[in-house]
């Protein structure tokens, strides 16, 4: 299985994007509410992703991962979940922390899975808010790669 990592060739691509995202979070969200879940879903190909560099894991030419970035924050990274426990969210990850200098990212509180995945990559949590960036009322972990750590290395294919 080699995973491929490129830039997101544009709007076109975000419908697959729109589908991994909603295989993720229906995997890992199960906090969300379902108004705020088709909310946020809607937003994501009209004001999300229009506004990160984002990145693309795929397989075969099959998207199953992507990141979005901006200004040295991780802004969002997913994995479809018929992909997840593979390394690829790893791949991702390092790539991200490379390309586009990722030395910060806010965690769901309510994701443990996600707040183990980021502290076991040399992420710390060094803050917290009670509300998302958008004022919804999920609780979000700051989390800043600290230590003098430098972005991992890693082969990518």
Do not use: K
């Amino acid at each position: 299985m080699a995973v491929v990592v490129r830039a997101c060739r544009g709007e076109a691509e975000f419908p697959a994007l729109v589908a991994i995202w909603r295989s993720a979070v229906e995997a890992t969200h199960d906090f969300l509410s379902a108004e705020d879940r088709a909310l946020i879903e809607a937003e994501l190909p009209a004001t999300y992703l229009p506004n990160v560099h984002v990145s693309i894991a795929e397989i075969d030419g099959q998207p199953v991962a992507f990141a979005g970035t901006a200004a040295g924050r991780l802004e969002m990274l997913f994995v479809d979940d018929a992909f997840r426990g593979r390394g690829i969210g790893s791949t991702l990850l390092d790539h991200v922390m490379r390309a586009d200098g990722v030395t910060a990212v806010d965690v769901n509180e309510q994701n443990p899975q996600a707040v183990t995945f980021y502290t076991r990559r040399g992420f710390e949590i060094i803050g917290r808010s009670e509300r998302d960036n958008d004022g919804r009322p999920y609780p979000l972990l700051h989390m800043q790669m600290t230590g003098g750590r430098s972005a991992p290395s890693s082969s990518l294919r």
